[in-house]
């Protein structure tokens, strides 16, 4: 189906921890998988996105690792920090539009 | 540029009022995106329009109108408000046909139905 879905809802690390948040789906016709951060009171921005024909792709603090066969995509945010407390969405691609999951609130404490 | 802009910022609405919702972007995107976003809910399209002259329901498109008024513009009307429609709406735009698939997302506008 079209639904995606994202682990966990919500999610404390302490500053300088790793965070983690995995989305699973189902169509394998999907080639396009973004994520989006959105700050309290603001709009979603992509922060990182991957395509098919490769299995990880790294910026910085931020990487995302994808694994068609089964069907799931992780974000990967190394040595966090009090500024990367947001909402994270992934989503697919299907057709021209973009699915997305429910979102994973990350805290980051100091 | 201006990316993607929205207006009213904030609007409140009595039960069976209508409203219209503006859109524009000034990237030269073809494709155009109305979503709603709730709590604990996430994105969820409306209705997109893949290019100037088309327009698709998406996953919630009940009690929504819209308008693709030229490649630049698009408008989402709701015809006879109710409380469920309470939410953020966000405009994106984005462009299929080159590299990138990336989504801009406007400021949002936040209504509330009573």
């Known amino acids: 189906g079209e639904n995606v879905e994202q682990h966990p809802s919500t999610l404390s690390v302490q500053e300088g921890d790793s965070a983690v948040i995995k989305c699973t789906y189902s169509d394998s016709a999907s080639n396009y998988f973004p994520w989006y951060k959105q700050e309290l009171g603001k709009r979603p921005q992509l922060i990182i996105d991957?395509?098919?024909?490769?299995g990880e792709k790294k910026d910085q603090r931020i990487a995302v690792t994808l694994n068609k066969t089964a069907k799931h995509f992780s974000l990967h945010i190394t040595e966090t920090q009090p500024e990367d407390s947001a909402v994270y969405f992934c989503?697919?691609?299907?057709?021209?539009?973009?699915?997305f999951g429910a979102g994973t609130i990350l805290r980051v404490k100091s | 540029n201006a990316g993607v802009t929205q207006t009213p910022k904030f609007q409140v609405l009595k039960t069976g009022q209508s409203m219209t919702l503006q859109c524009a972007q000034d990237m030269n995107h073809n494709s155009m995106y109305w979503y709603r976003q709730d709590p604990g809910m996430g994105l969820r399209l409306i209705y997109y329009?893949?290019?100037?002259?088309?327009?698709d329901k998406g996953e919630v498109p009940n009690g929504y109108n819209v308008s693709r008024l030229n490649k630049r513009e698009f408008s989402l009307r709701l015809e006879s408000a109710a409380p469920s429609q309470t939410s953020v709406y966000f405009c994106?735009?984005?462009?299929?046909?080159?590299?990138?698939?990336?989504?801009?997302f406007g400021p949002g506008t936040r209504l509330t139905v009573l």
């Open positions: 991957i395509r098919s024909n490769v």
């Open positions: 994106a735009s984005s462009s299929w046909v080159t590299a990138s698939n990336e989504q801009f």
């Open positions: 989503a697919r691609e299907y057709g021209n539009k973009l699915v």
């Open positions: 329009s893949a290019s100037e002259g088309t327009t």
